[in-house]
């Protein structure tokens, strides 16, 4: 019923709007054409004067937003390279809006101040060299300037890492992201192939006849940290994703097939950022920016940035998915057994009393050399 | 050859034309479907763009509600939308891609390739230089049938009970190449390829029409510096398609192959639905590669056309001419070069070799210069002009701002440090709807505007007219502005909702007013629409020459019939810009005018050539012009 009342009244308004146009297009044939070019002067003004308003409320709005707002907007910078393409992007940001007002300026000052006048001729100007060549050669030098400074950033960001940095496996898939430290006894990431990967427990593909995958961890979170240079290495097991870490300034697909790399250096702890925005909730978070699926929008992982203590700390209590998955020690080659029990830290029977994870680095290097 | 060719042609035409006139009276069939003759060609391809426009228009206003009013009970669509209403009254998350994805390929392929080369490369290439018809009217056709046929493909694949492709307008594998991944990958996809594949048959067939015409078929004295501005732009467009598209039709290929046939072009190392694909050595960036070969020229594509039509509308209106005419022809050559070798802007974070990132941002930010001094002419040319503000102007300048305010972005993401955050947030987003979607399409309504008189013989009602400019105008500036904030705050596009993450989970304030805004826009469409079906059957009839524009078209009757011209076709003397010239009688003289009988206005130079002028419609000897005639 309110669905039927609803259509008849929209089917009257729209009839009463026809009857407006016929009635003011039967009154625009009476009054036809009392200029002599056939223009309406009255409604040619009233464009122009449109024009002009457009101008000015659309310059004092966006000045006025832009200044008032846009602290809201940006997000707040926790890497070293985050610093470096923000003060590019507002360097841009300046360059940009100051060009734009004084053409957007140009645009509809001319548009209003040059309407339609019965009395006035425009004026013939058909080119001109030197001004189209100065509006060539400005541009171009602007824009190479920005550019010289977008590629000194760019090759450093993209430039290898250094061997001291941390690295850390991000995975992407359908529709969660899975993170692997290399473990804390060999800092080596395990091979993987993604014809191992199965249901049962192995989801990274963990090829176990590699030695370094014994003490490899996975991670439910990504845990950084602080004043360090991290390497993700990131690939993807199903379709593209996009690593997305927007307070780090990060983002780098994830590709099957192909490992793609990200560096950069976290300059503030979770702690550090939670004092300096003044919200004690506030976490790190890592999105996906490549569509996915229908799950796109909602992979989320948690992102906690550590003091290098805690950090290490963290890493030294977390149990090797070896340890966690026992049944898969059954793929280890037999040669390789006993250093997969110590590096994974499984309680060894009779040799040694049960061994703490955190007490057994140097015992793991030792025996490690005695049986290579 | 080509001479011979077209002098024959010209010979024979008075006869010829008759015989094919009669022809068209007599069969429904002929005359209105499956015509040859390029204007009605042209406006199958407008209504037929219209009806696309309507859609993904349509389309965007749905995911818009989602954004915009996240926690709306939406079962009041179910009657339209059936099972892609959940119970709970919401979007199907995977529909939600299903329609941004049907937006993308719509908008730009249907809508502004087909819609705006199609409608206009067709209806104004022989009329502005002077031609019969096209150089093959039945290629011409099949061109449109064609991109028919195109068209049904994907309007079927919309009905599917798996839904339509839903990988992004883009198609990225292995999204779009695995149907466990999304289920729009599986027969919705397959029609969306089959339907490109036709698209581009139908691209090509014109785009090879549109170059032939264009350099065989102009009239006496129509030498290519006295080329309308719009005839540049379609031509260099035409030549970009012809170069760019095959390229997509080579993806698309390799894409059904590893889809149907089991190759890996571009699949490896994938697991998914709980089993290793066989798939290995393929790599999903080479179709990246691929895809913005096209891609990145597309944009191009649907640009160039519509600042060719801005630029003869501003001219004609300003009352002056264009403010450098071969540096307008220089840019839009040096854009079309360019457009080439700048697709991997699109790939920057994409596991591409950074190197080549570095070569790419600096080819893409030389592709900014030609465009500024588009921009720049454009506002000399407004300058000291006796502007009429014609609603085909008002959309002109529209499409000049917009032009403006989404290249300028350009210069961020350009950039591949800069873009690194930007990549694929609503800044992209609000750039390219701007400076490539909105532009274009202000273009197409401004030509429409324009030409409408030509097309119809009647005029479009100016009133409702400029009311569709203004809420168009500040609609569209209210949708996308909007978004550069969104994006600067770091929101991923192509999101069903934000509220997952604390990040992205403010300004949704902000979406509300882009929704609103998208929703008043696609509302004063329909003043459009009404206005345009109206004026067909009611409009005032239009005078030849409305605007006082010197373009050829005009000099043609009213509703011009098979063949254009009733006699001969008219001989071209001068440039189409002599607006307001000095001395002159009327602010403008027609091309069809020898400088002979303007002895008052001629410029120095061009009383040298009234020597050359022999008589009107006899042959004339031009220097720039090889007489092809």
New interface residues.
């Given amino acids: 019923m309110m669905s039927l009342i609803i259509g008849i009244g929209v089917v009257l308004v729209l009839a009463i709007l026809y009857m407006i146009?016929r009635i003011?297009?039967l009154m625009?044939v009476t009054k036809k054409s009392d200029s002599q070019?056939g223009?309406?002067e009255d409604?040619?003004n009233?464009?122009?004067w449109?024009?002009l308003a457009?101008l000015i409320f659309?310059l004092v709005g966006?000045y006025y937003y832009s200044f008032a707002?846009?602290k809201?907007?940006?997000?707040p910078v926790a890497s070293e390279h985050?610093v470096?393409?923000?003060d590019?992007?507002w360097l841009?940001?300046w360059?940009?809006v100051g060009?734009?007002t004084i053409?957007?300026i140009?645009?509809?000052w001319?548009?209003f101040a040059?309407?339609?006048?019965k009395n006035?001729?425009?004026?013939?100007?058909?080119?001109?060299h030197k001004?189209?060549l100065v509006?060539?050669i400005i541009?171009?030098i602007v824009?190479?300037l920005?550019?010289f400074g977008?590629?000194d950033?760019?090759?450093d960001?993209?430039?290898p890492a250094t061997k001291e940095a941390e690295v850390i496996e991000v995975i992407g898939?359908?529709f969660a992201w899975t993170v692997r430290y290399p473990g804390v006894k060999d800092k080596e990431l395990g091979r993987q192939n993604?014809?191992l990967?199965d249901?049962q427990g192995n989801e990274f593909?963990l090829d176990l006849t590699d030695k370094n995958s014994f003490d490899d961890f996975k991670a439910l979170e990504l845990h950084l940290p602080v004043g360090r240079e991290v390497l993700l290495k990131i690939r993807a097991?199903?379709?593209?994703h996009?690593v997305?870490l927007?307070?780090f300034?990060?983002?780098?697909?994830a590709?099957?097939?192909?490992q793609?790399n990200f560096k950069f250096k976290p300059t503030l702890t979770t702690e550090q950022m939670r004092e300096q925005l003044g919200n004690p909730?506030?976490?790190y978070?890592m999105?996906?920016?490549?569509?996915?699926?229908?799950?796109?929008?909602?992979m989320?992982l948690l992102v906690v940035v550590h003091t290098p203590e805690e950090y290490e700390k963290w890493k030294a209590a977390q149990e090797p998915w070896l340890k966690q998955n026992p049944e898969y020690l059954k793929r280890v080659p037999a040669e390789l057994r006993d250093v997969a029990l110590i590096k994974a830290g499984f309680e060894m029977e009779g040799t040694t009393p049960a061994a703490t994870v955190a007490g057994e680095p140097a015992k793991s290097t030792e025996s490690k050399s005695t049986l290579n | 050859m080509a001479t011979a060719a077209a002098h024959t042609h010209a010979e024979t035409h008075t006869h010829h034309d008759e015989h094919e006139h009669e022809h068209h009276e007599g069969n429904f069939f002929t005359t209105y479907l499956f015509s040859e003759d390029h204007k009605t060609i042209a406006k199958q391809f407008l209504l037929l763009g219209m009806f696309w426009a309507l859609i993904g228009g349509l389309f965007s206003v749905l995911f818009r509600l989602q954004l915009g009013f996240p926690d709306a009970d939406l079962s009041w669509l179910r009657p339209l939308l059936g099972g892609w209403i959940t119970e709970q009254g919401k979007l199907h998350t995977e529909f939600y891609l299903s329609l941004v994805t049907m937006h993308g390929t719509i908008m730009v392929f249907f809508v502004l390739t087909a819609g705006l080369s199609g409608t206009f490369s067709n209806f104004l290439i022989p009329l502005q230089v002077g031609a019969r018809d096209m150089a093959s009217g039945f290629m011409n056709m099949l061109s449109f049938w064609f991109f028919f046929l195109s068209s049904c493909t994907m309007m079927a694949s919309l009905f599917l009970p798996t839904g339509p492709a839903s990988g992004g307008w883009t198609i990225y594998p292995p999204l779009s190449a695995l149907e466990q991944a999304i289920d729009g990958s599986g027969t919705g996809m397959t029609l969306w390829l089959v339907s490109m594949a036709l698209f581009i048959v139908s691209s090509l067939l014109g785009s090879i029409n549109y170059v032939t015409t264009v350099i065989n078929m102009r009239t006496h004295g129509m030498s290519f510096s006295k080329l309308p501005l719009t005839i540049w732009a379609f031509f260099f467009t035409a030549i970009i398609g012809i170069l760019s598209f095959p390229v997509l039709f080579a993806a698309a290929l390799l894409l059904i192959f590893d889809r149907s046939f089991g190759t890996s072009f571009f699949l490896s190392d994938i697991y998914i639905g709980g089993q290793a694909l066989a798939h290995e050595g393929g790599s999903p960036v080479l179709f990246q590669h691929l895809f913005w070969f096209l891609g990145h020229p597309e944009v191009y594509i649907v640009l160039l056309p519509a600042l060719g039509l801005s630029s003869e509308i501003i001219s004609t209106n300003s009352r002056k001419p264009i403010f450098g005419y071969k540096a307008m022809v220089g840019s839009m050559l040096f854009i079309g070069i360019l457009s080439f070798v700048v697709w991997a802007h699109h790939m920057f974070v994409t596991g591409m070799n950074p190197f080549l990132g570095s070569v790419f941002t600096i080819l893409t930010l030389i592709i900014a210069v030609p465009s500024a001094v588009k921009i720049f002419n454009y506002v000399t040319t407004l300058w000291r002009g006796n502007i009429r503000f014609t609603a085909g102007m008002l959309f002109s300048i529209g499409l000049v701002s917009f032009f403006l305010t989404g290249g300028i972005t350009g210069i961020f993401l350009g950039n591949s440090a800069v873009d690194i955050q930007l990549h694929d947030t609503y800044f992209v987003v609000a750039h390219f709807h701007l400076v490539m979607g909105s532009a274009a399409f202000f273009g197409m309504l401004a030509g429409v505007y324009h030409w409408f008189p030509k097309m119809f013989g009647r005029m479009l009602n100016e009133k409702l007219g400029t009311l569709h400019f203004w809420l168009t105008f500040v609609g569209v500036n209210m949708v996308f502005f909007p978004m550069h904030y969104i994006g600067i705050a770091g929101f991923p596009r192509r999101y069903y909702s934000w509220t997952n993450f604390e990040t992205f989970s403010g300004f949704a304030d902000l979406n509300t007013l882009v929704s609103i805004a998208a929703i008043i826009t696609f509302a004063a469409q329909f003043i459009f629409l009404f206005n345009f079906i109206y004026s067909i059957f009611r409009g005032r009839l239009a005078p030849a020459n409305p605007w006082s524009s010197n373009t050829l078209e005009w000099t043609t009757p009213r509703v011009p019939q098979h063949g254009n011209w009733p006699g001969e076709i008219p001989t071209v003397y001068r440039w189409p810009y002599d607006y307001s010239k000095p001395g002159a009688k009327d602010d403008f003289i027609p091309q069809t005018v020898p400088y002979s009988e303007t002895p008052e206005s001629n410029l120095p130079h061009e009383n040298e050539l009234v020597k050359l002028e022999v008589g009107k419609g006899a042959p004339i000897i031009v220097p720039d012009n090889k007489g092809h005639h």
């Avoid at chain 1, 809201?72 to 997000?75: A, K």
């Avoid at chain 1, 040059?114 to 006048?117: F, I």
């Avoid at chain 1, 097991?237 to 593209?240: G, P, R, S």
């Avoid at chain 1, 300034?249 to 697909?253: A, E, F, H, L, S």
Wanted: proline share 3%; with cysteine.
């Fill in positions: 146009f003011g297009n625009g070019d223009i309406d409604q040619n009233l464009n122009a449109l024009f457009f659309s966006f707002h846009i809201e907007f940006e997000l985050g470096v393409t923000d590019l992007f841009t940001m360059v940009v060009s734009f053409i957007f140009g645009l509809f001319f548009t040059y309407r339609y006048n006035r001729r425009a004026q013939f100007f058909a080119d001109n001004l189209e509006w060539t541009p171009a824009l190479a920005l550019i977008g590629l950033a760019w090759s960001i993209t430039g898939q359908q993604y014809k990967i249901n593909g097991k199903d379709v593209l996009s997305y927007p307070h300034r990060v983002k780098m697909d590709v099957p097939g192909i793609t909730n506030f976490n978070e999105a996906c920016a490549e569509i996915c699926g229908q799950g796109h929008f909602s989320r």
